[in-house]
């Protein structure tokens, strides 16, 4: 199964605090949004959930901003390109939203912003829309929806971040007579589209999603109720992960760097995001400062 970040958003808190149920379109709107909702609500209510710690949700979120601006770790040869005016494009609109996220989300991770969707202090959040269980069981509520990621101003191109669940196959497996075939079979079994339902809408609906076109479109996945109920949300979904979704350090169809998983585990976007959200950094400081710890990683294939 796969993953995938939307817009996700509360229909009665734009409706509210901004006059509309429409979802913004674009980064400026989203900036207008959480501005108003934040001041409207007299801070009941924040306009936005990201997060500003070094951790690998944060990774996830700021990903988002720097696909939409064309911002890349590496180029097409895995040479490092993140100190850019894209990266700082990218780290300046994040600053300029986090003022409107709650106090204290610099320190969040995935458990901090679930919880505070769900207990109605966010209006909206670039996020996983995976919330959808809680407000179909416990809430038994439609307000909870999600979005196409906004197009920064007079852009015709926006990203977001897609991040697969793989089947690990060891080395030790391909040693036994058998092992890998037995294990083949298993994963063709998974991967059936009635199976895969369980595995997406019926594991987590709005936080799995299949891999497979054959999957996307199986009866199974679409007649779950919670899927059902938030149908909209899974079509956006579909059609992002069709179009648009990416995963940093991938965006070429092909391994460039080898360094991207050290600079994945030690968080180096994070960091940097970090950096300019605490005020320890200008935007353009903190481009040079995470390139410069990526090439402490860095290894192109092309070399």
Same mark, same amino acid.
């Given at each position: ?11 009665? @808190? ?17 900036l ?8 409207n ?6 306009g ?11 990774? %996830?979120?700021?990903?988002? @901003?720097m ?8 180029? %097409? ?15 300046? $609109?994040?600053?300029? =939203? ?8 610099e ?6 912003? /679930? $919880?505070? #969707?769900? &207990? ?27 979005a196409?990621?906004?197009? !920064? *101003? ?14 690990? =196959?060891?080395?030790?497996? $391909?040693? *036994?007579?058998?092992?890998? /075939?037995a294990?083949?079979? @298993?994963?063709?079994? +998974? ?8 595995l ?13 076109? &054959? ?19 899974? *079509? #956006?979904? +579909? ?10 350090? @991938? /965006? ?16 180096? =976007? ?10 320890q +950094?200008?935007?353009e %400081?903190?481009?040079? !400062?995470g390139?410069?710890? +990526?090439?402490?990683?860095?290894a192109?294939?092309?070399?």
């Amino acid at each position: 199964m796969t993953m995938v970040m939307l817009m996700t958003y509360r229909p009665s @808190f734009l409706e509210e605090y901004v006059g509309t149920t429409e979802p913004p379109k674009t980064w400026d709107e989203v900036l207008d949004y959480a501005k108003k909702i934040t001041e409207n609500s007299e801070e009941e209510v924040y306009g936005i959930g990201i997060g500003g710690a070094k951790n690998l949700m944060t990774d %996830e979120q700021a990903y988002i @901003f720097m696909a939409s601006t064309g911002a890349r770790f590496f180029d %097409e040869n895995g040479n490092i390109t993140f100190n850019s005016p894209e990266t700082i494009e990218a780290l300046k $609109l994040y600053n300029d =939203l986090i003022k409107f996220a709650p106090p204290g989300a610099e320190a969040w991770s995935w458990g901090e912003i /679930e $919880l505070n #969707i769900a &207990a109605g202090t966010l209006a909206m959040s670039p996020y996983f829309p995976s919330v959808q269980k809680r407000f179909h069981e416990e809430f038994d509520s439609d307000d909870y929806n999600a979005a196409h990621i906004p197009f !920064y *101003k007079d852009r015709t191109e926006r990203g977001t971040i897609t991040y697969p669940n793989e089947v690990h =196959l060891y080395k030790d497996t $391909l040693e *036994k007579p058998g092992h890998k /075939e037995a294990v083949y079979d @298993f994963v063709r079994f +998974m991967m059936r589209p009635d199976i895969n339902a369980i595995l997406t809408s019926g594991q987590e609906p709005g936080g799995f999603f299949p891999t497979s076109v &054959a999957a996307s479109q199986a009866k199974e996945y679409w007649d779950d109720p919670i899927v059902k109920r938030f149908e909209n949300a899974h *079509k #956006i979904a +579909m059609e992002a992960l069709n179009d648009y979704a990416t995963l940093y350090g @991938f /965006e070429y169809g092909k391994w460039v760097n080898t360094g991207i998983g050290d600079i994945s585990g030690a968080d180096v =976007l994070a960091d940097t995001v970090n950096k300019v959200v605490s005020g320890q +950094m200008t935007p353009e %400081e903190a481009a040079a !400062y995470g390139a410069e710890l +990526m090439t402490k990683y860095s290894a192109p294939i092309a070399q």
